[in-house]
C-alpha cells in the first residue's frame, strides 16, 4: 500500500471549470513533489516544495496553481485548462530537504496519481 | 543538463525468460532509483540503489556509478511484471527519469 495518498483518482473537467487535485503522505518526508506524465513518456517535474516553501517551479502556466497548507498536504488548484492538460498527475515525496541537501535519503516515494480529462 | 538514457525501448518477453534493462547516465550518479509503472499508471518503488548491488526476489539491480551507468535483472519473467521500468536520478534538488523501457510479458 502506497504512503502517498492521491485523490480523486479520475477527473474530469471543462476548460471553464475550477477542480483541485490533492495529495497526503504520512511518512514525514520534508519534500513534496507534483509531475506531470503524458501517455508513453517519463514524469516531468511541475513543482517541488520543501518545508512547505516552493523551491522549483518548472516554468509551469499559471492556470496550475500548487498549494502546500502543511508539509503532509499537497494540492494543486487547476483553472482554465486546455484539452492538451490532459494527462496522469502524480504527487511524490522524500525525506530529502532541498534547503539542506545533506539530510535525509532522496527516494521518491509516488501516489496512484490523479488521471485528468480536460473537455 | 543531466542525460538519462535507458535501453532497449521496447522489450517482448515470453513467460519464464530473464531480461537486463540499462540505464546510462550523463555524469556521476550519487543517488539512483528504479521504478516499475503498471498498467494502471502506478509507479512503484523498485530499487533506491546509488551504487553496488540489490535483490529483492526476481528481481536485482546493480549500480556501477564510477562507469555512469545501472542495471535491471528481471528472472523468470511474469505477465506482472509488464509494465514500464523507469530508472531516475537525483541532479540537485530534483530527479531526472530515463525515457523508459516497456516490457511485454507473454504467456
Known amino acids: 500500500d502506497t504512503e502517498v495518498t492521491q485523490t480523486p483518482k479520475h477527473l474530469v473537467m471543462g476548460m471553464t471549470n475550477k477542480k483541485s487535485l490533492k495529495c497526503e503522505q504520512h511518512m514525514g518526508h520534508r519534500a513534496m513533489y507534483w509531475y506531470k506524465q503524458k501517455a508513453k513518456k517519463p514524469p516531468e517535474l511541475m513543482f517541488v516544495y520543501s518545508y512547505e516553501k516552493l523551491s522549483i517551479n518548472e516554468s509551469v502556466p499559471s492556470r496550475f496553481s500548487p498549494e502546500c497548507p502543511n508539509s503532509s498536504l499537497l494540492n494543486l488548484h487547476l483553472h482554465a485548462l486546455q484539452p492538451e492538460d490532459s494527462a496522469l498527475y502524480l504527487c511524490?515525496?522524500?525525506?530529502?530537504?532541498?534547503?539542506?541537501?545533506?539530510?535525509?535519503?532522496?527516494?521518491?516515494?509516488f501516489g496512484e496519481g490523479s488521471r485528468l480529462t480536460v473537455l | 543538463g543531466i542525460q538519462v538514457e535507458q535501453s532497449p525501448p521496447d522489450l517482448i518477453l515470453q513467460e519464464g525468460a530473464n531480461s537486463t534493462l540499462r540505464c546510462n547516465f550523463s555524469?556521476?550518479?550519487?543517488?539512483l532509483q528504479w521504478f516499475h509503472q503498471n498498467p494502471w499508471g502506478q509507479l512503484i518503488n523498485l530499487f533506491y540503489?546509488?551504487?553496488g548491488t540489490k535483490q529483492n526476489g526476481r528481481l536485482s539491480a546493480t549500480t556501477v556509478a564510477t562507469e555512469r551507468y545501472s542495471l535491471l535483472y528481471i528472472s523468470s519473467s511474469q505477465t506482472t511484471d509488464s509494465g514500464v521500468y523507469f530508472c531516475a536520478r537525483l541532479g540537485g534538488n530534483q530527479f531526472y527519469f530515463g525515457t523508459g523501457t516497456s516490457l511485454t510479458v507473454i504467456p
Open positions: 555524469d556521476s550518479v550519487n543517488n
Open positions: 540503489i546509488p551504487s
Open positions: 511524490a515525496s522524500s525525506q530529502r530537504d532541498t534547503y539542506q541537501p545533506s539530510l535525509g535519503t532522496g527516494e521518491l516515494f
